[in-house]
């Protein structure tokens, strides 16, 4: 990922239009007229070898003519031409160009690829960076830059929209320009032959003006890039999404459009969810999500109130809350006293709080005031349709006047009608307050904030350690998969894919092999008690389709019998199928069982993705499942449970038990641990998966298998735990700890090291006196993500108890292009001069220096004189802070230390 030099994009102090025209409507003209009028303050010099001029404006024969090299260049000429003008703008220096021009491969033309390529490959020795081809153009209303050829300029504002569309960014700018709403940019990314979305969210997660970023998607080429971008932007503003492509059709619509393919839907909308982000599915949509999210309103959960002068109106947004599953807000007895004392006696007397229809502004007033003091609600949504009786505008105008006293409240409104309503919804707009133009609307603003707040959540929760539970025997599990890997096999069998999973210490029904019908009966009696046969064949994966599925067999001879029927049936059904056998199995005794299904898939952009959901034999009607990516924690093991229908029967129900819903959240977790550690596997199913108050059991399951893939590759969207990281490190005292990566469920572990620290030693680190770090603080710093930042703990036995406790932890943050880190090492005071932290300090050089970083840095109190000694130790320059004599700035360059040592590849 890189941010390098889209400053000279957004922020240029000279801009040239190649290929301006003067001819009307065409797109130079265009180009030109915004460049030039939409306040940018600096030189916008057009190059045309036919025009001495364009709108007044001397034009230039060509790039060696123009008397200063531009920041930035904005190119509409033929595709052949293009390749050759990056070259030329590249060698004057320029660092940006935002390419307009069509014919780069879209519809999967091999000429537009090649001309794409040498573009690129034009650009690359320069350091340019290229917007496009094939998009609308960028703005930057802040500084007066409209490079694009839009029908009319951005207004300024703090909102940043990125889109792949150009007609999506149109439209979005003539929606936001008669609403008041402005941007803070507005980017086209056309075919993203560069500058994709990851590079955009990481640059306006950091810019200062951009509060929220919109994102318009119909597909993009690196998951684990926008994944890692979009994680680390949405801890600190809002991103919303909409992603085109949703169904078969709009998907190959999206491919010829941007000549690239995408995944499938559920997963991107699982990716959506990981990374939090908040996901709109239309334009409708989109436009009031800006609206929401523009007012900067915030919500703690999903308990509305409503307030209207129509009962009608009450129960269509009742309605949605419910079809939306928010909850109604349950009025607390005083409220309603309250209520009672400024409200007429034919009051609702509940929620929605109906105030009757000839209700006016002060009526209006008393009730949001009476409802707002109400703590059991967590927005108020205020409702209004046109009656004769009453004042649409007035009541508006009370409306504003409680909700400005209020303003940490969520308000949102919605005036029914196109009379009054207009006029009281402008009034609204100007206070930044959220307006809708149904109750429908409104209440799916409501719930935006909700699930904005959801995904905010899963960032941000701490889940318990599963360490102690399981422990996977990879050994075993690779060596049966290199056994069909070796058979050339990319399937395994039943018995090996079970085997497989008892690797991973997930419970499987008690199994045996046979060969013939006659052992089938052998193998019966030996069970003792009601048994099921499947056909074992390496050609059937779906055995129950061909009639290879026998249940609840109470004899060896029924057994016997049964498996030679089989033979016969399959034998009609598939005859060029090899049958190798049949496995006997226990029936399972699991009273109130149900049956789930879990397992892996492979998506074409995401990697794998772990599935749960309703199973049997019906599980394609039924249709009930749920994705993530992993790794899995089981507090997103619940989420992604919590996401199916079948969730609340697990839950209990009458007078069956409730399924122990921990043993499922594990088995979760544990598949998705098998797919993090072996590459091997492609596909997964385990169908059924019996789960009941006693714990699960995997009845089936089939496997598919493939080579592993080599060291480096990008098989996970999310970078999983690197393992490979731990390390035992011994002290001189012969005390001896494992260093290894943070993991998230570190966070009381890190509390409880901070509460070991003295408050010196604190000040020293954080450069400020904490008594205890925050949940929010605690969180984001056990939570990292490992593909752009790095932590390690130092662990050893705790003082007290057998449990463990973290000693020492150590850190960088690396910038997007990976070219320097920022350090940070802690340890226990009662742990310091005893070399724990040297020892850190080495492993974070060394991990940093195998990752390719160029530099890390820190600073540090000039008093803190046993971090500078250990600086100069390890290699560290100083240099003395001017602005601030107490800050010592301390670097080291790792390329001589890349150069001494081999670079070491992670595993994806």
Same mark, same amino acid.
């Given at each position: 990922?890189?941010?390098r030099?889209?400053? $000279?994009? =957004? ?8 290929g +301006? ?5 065409s797109i ?5 007229h915004n ?12 190059v045309?070898?036919h ?7 001397l ?5 060696d003519d123009?008397?200063?090299t531009?920041d ?8 052949p031409s ?12 320029t660092? /940006? ?6 014919g ?9 690829k090649?001309?794409l &390529?040498?573009t690129?490959?034009a ?12 998009c609308?153009?960028v703005? /930057?209303p802040?500084?007066?830059?409209n ?5 009319l ?6 909102? !940043?929209?990125?889109t ?6 149109t ?6 320009v ?13 075919d ?15 810019d200062?003006?951009t ?7 119909e597909s ?7 994944m ?5 932007? !949405?801890?600190?503003?809002p991103v ?6 949703? %169904? ?10 941007t ?10 909308d699982?990716?959506f ?7 709109? =599915?239309?334009?409708d ?10 007012s ?9 109130c ?5 009962g009608?109106?009450?129960?269509? !947004? ?10 109604m /807000?349950a009025?607390?007895p005083?409220?309603v ?19 009757i ?11 949001l ?10 927005a ?7 009656v ?13 006047d409680v909700i ?12 029914l009608g196109?009379?009054?309503a207009?006029?009281?919804?402008r009034?609204?707009?100007e206070?930044r307050? @959220?307006?809708y133009?149904? *109750?429908?609307? !409104?209440?799916?603003?409501f719930?935006?904030?909700?699930r904005?707040?959801r995904?905010?959540?899963?960032l941000?929760?701490?889940?318990p ?6 422990q996977?025997?990879?050994q075993?599990?690779q060596?049966i998969i290199?056994?069909?890997l ?5 399937w395994?069998?039943?018995p090996?894919a079970k085997?497989?999973?008892a +690797?991973y210490?997930?419970?499987v ?11 089938a009966?052998?193998?019966?009696a030996?069970?003792g ?6 056909i074992?064949? *390496?050609?059937?994966?779906h ?9 609840n067999?109470? %004899?060896?001879?029924?057994t016997?019998e049964?498996?030679?029927r089989?033979?016969?049936?399959i034998?009609?059904v598939?005859?060029?199928?090899r ?12 009273p109130?069982r149900?049956e789930?299904?879990?397992?892996i898939?492979?998506d074409s952009?995401?990697g794998?993705?772990?599935? =749960? ?8 009607v039924?249709?009930?499942t749920?994705?993530?990516l992993?790794?899995l ?15 609340k ?7 069956? @038990?409730?399924a ?8 979760l ?18 169908n ?16 598919k ?7 480096g $590759? ?7 735990y ?7 490190f011994v002290?001189?005292?012969g ?11 570190d966070?009381?572990?890190?509390q409880d ?6 408050q ?8 400020t ?5 925050t949940?929010e603080?605690?969180a ?5 993500d490992?593909?752009r930042?790095?932590a390690?703990?130092a ?20 910038? *997007? ?19 724990l932290?040297y ?10 220096? $195998?990752r390719?970083?160029g530099?890390?840095y820190g600073e540090?109190?000039r008093?803190n ?6 600086c ?6 100083h240099r ?14 790792? &390329? ?13």
């Amino acid at each position: 990922m890189s941010i390098r030099n889209l400053d $000279s994009l =957004f922020k240029p102090r000279s801009v040239a239009v190649i290929g +301006a025209s003067r001819r009307v409507r065409s797109i130079g003209a265009v180009l030109s007229h915004n460049l030039l009028n939409a306040g940018f303050d600096g030189p916008v010099m057009p190059v045309n070898p036919h025009e001495r001029s364009i709108e007044a404006t001397l034009a230039y024969r060509s790039i060696d003519d123009l008397p200063i090299t531009p920041d930035l260049a904005v190119i509409c000429t033929p595709p052949p031409s293009v390749p050759e003008i990056i070259d030329n703008l590249g060698s004057r220096g320029t660092k /940006a160009a935002v390419i307009i021009t069509a014919g780069f491969g879209e519809g999967g033309s091999e000429e537009g690829k090649g001309l794409l &390529q040498r573009t690129l490959d034009a650009a690359r020795p320069h350091l340019m960076r290229i917007v496009g081809p094939n998009c609308l153009g960028v703005m /930057a209303p802040h500084i007066g830059l409209n490079a694009s050829f839009a029908h009319l300029n951005s207004l300024p504002g703090d909102l !940043a929209f990125v889109t792949q569309s150009g007609a999506i960014a149109t439209a979005v700018l003539d929606w936001a320009v008669h609403r008041q709403i402005g941007f803070s940019h507005v980017v086209s990314l056309g075919d993203m032959g560069d500058v994709d979305f990851g590079d955009m969210i990481d640059y306006l997660a950091a810019d200062p003006q951009t509060r929220g970023i919109l994102l318009y998607i119909e597909s993009f080429a690196d998951a684990r890039k926008f994944m890692s971008a979009g994680r680390a932007a !949405a801890r600190s503003k809002p991103v919303v999404v909409i992603k085109a492509g949703r %169904t078969a059709a709009a998907a190959a619509a999206a491919a010829s459009h941007t000549g690239a393919l995408a995944g499938a839907d559920a997963v991107f909308d699982a990716a959506f969810r990981r990374a939090g982000m908040l996901r709109v =599915f239309d334009l409708d949509e989109l436009f009031d999500a800006v609206e929401t999210l523009a007012s900067g309103l915030r919500v703690h959960g999903d308990r509305l109130c409503i307030v209207t002068n129509g009962g009608g109106l009450g129960v269509l !947004a009742t309605e949605a809350v419910s079809d939306e599953t928010g909850r109604m /807000a349950a009025l607390r007895p005083e409220t309603v006293e309250r209520l009672n004392g400024c409200l007429p006696p034919t009051w609702s007397h509940g929620n929605p709080v109906d105030i009757i229809g000839d209700a006016p502004g002060k009526r209006y007033a008393d009730a949001l005031e009476g409802v707002l003091a109400d703590p059991d609600k967590d927005a108020t949504l205020v409702l209004n349709c046109p009656v004769a009786v009453a004042d649409s505008i007035d009541a508006a105008r009370a409306t504003v006047d409680v909700i400005e006293k209020h303003r940490h409240q969520p308000v949102l409104t919605s005036w029914l009608g196109e009379g009054a309503a207009v006029e009281a919804r402008r009034l609204f707009a100007e206070r930044r307050i @959220p307006t809708y133009d149904t *109750p429908g609307k !409104a209440v799916r603003g409501f719930m935006h904030l909700v699930r904005y707040k959801r995904n905010q959540e899963l960032l941000m929760q701490t889940p318990p350690s599963v360490a102690e539970h399981f422990q996977p025997d990879m050994q075993a599990a690779q060596a049966i998969i290199r056994g069909a890997l070796d058979e050339g096999r990319a399937w395994l069998t039943e018995p090996e894919a079970k085997e497989l999973l008892a +690797a991973y210490d997930i419970p499987v029904v008690k199994t045996r092999t046979v060969a013939n019908p006659d052992e089938a009966g052998k193998a019966a009696a030996e069970f003792g008690g009601p048994v099921a046969i499947k056909i074992l064949s *390496p050609d059937i994966t779906h055995k129950s389709d061909v009639g290879g599925v026998r249940l609840n067999l109470l %004899t060896p001879d029924a057994t016997r019998e049964a498996a030679a029927r089989m033979l016969e049936t399959i034998k009609g059904v598939a005859p060029d199928a090899r049958i190798d056998g049949f496995t006997v199995q226990e029936m399972a005794d699991l009273p109130g069982r149900h049956e789930l299904i879990a397992g892996i898939a492979d998506d074409s952009l995401f990697g794998p993705v772990i599935m =749960f959901g309703a199973g049997g034999t019906a599980v394609e009607v039924l249709n009930d499942t749920a994705i993530a990516l992993p790794p899995l924690n089981v507090l997103l093991a619940r989420e992604m449970m919590s996401r199916t229908r079948i969730w609340k029967l697990l839950q209990g129900y009458r007078d069956r @038990p409730a399924a122990d819903l921990a043993a499922i959240e594990l088995t979760l977790v544990k598949l998705s641990q098998l797919v993090c550690d072996l590459s091997e596997v492609v596909e997964l199913d385990i169908n059924p998966l019996l789960a009941s108050d006693k714990g699960v059991l995997a009845l089936d399951a089939r496997v598919k298998v493939r080579q592993p893939l080599p060291a480096g $590759s990008k098989r996970l969207a999310i970078r999983p735990y690197p393992k490979r990281l731990e390390k035992v490190f011994v002290l001189k005292d012969g005390r001896g700890f494992l260093i290894r990566p943070i993991r998230p469920e570190d966070e009381p572990d890190l509390q409880d090291m901070i509460g070991h620290c003295t408050q010196e030693d604190i000040r020293l680190r954080f450069f400020t006196p904490l008594k205890h770090l925050t949940h929010e603080v605690a969180a984001r710093l056990s939570q990292i993500d490992y593909h752009r930042e790095m932590a390690l703990v130092a662990v050893g036995r705790a003082d007290k108890g057998d449990g463990e406790a973290v000693y020492g932890v150590v850190r960088i943050t690396a910038d *997007p292009d990976n070219e320097k880190a920022e350090y940070g090492v802690l340890v226990r005071s009662d742990m310091k001069g005893h070399g724990l932290g040297y020892g850190l300090m080495q492993e974070i050089i060394d991990y940093a220096r $195998s990752r390719g970083i160029g530099q890390i840095y820190g600073e540090v109190l000039r008093e803190n004189r046993a971090m500078l000694k250990m600086c100069r130790e390890l290699g560290f320059h100083h240099r003395f802070d001017r602005d601030d004599p107490r800050v010592v700035h301390v670097t080291i360059d790792l &390329q001589q230390l890349a150069e001494e040592k081999p670079e070491v590849l992670e595993p994806a």
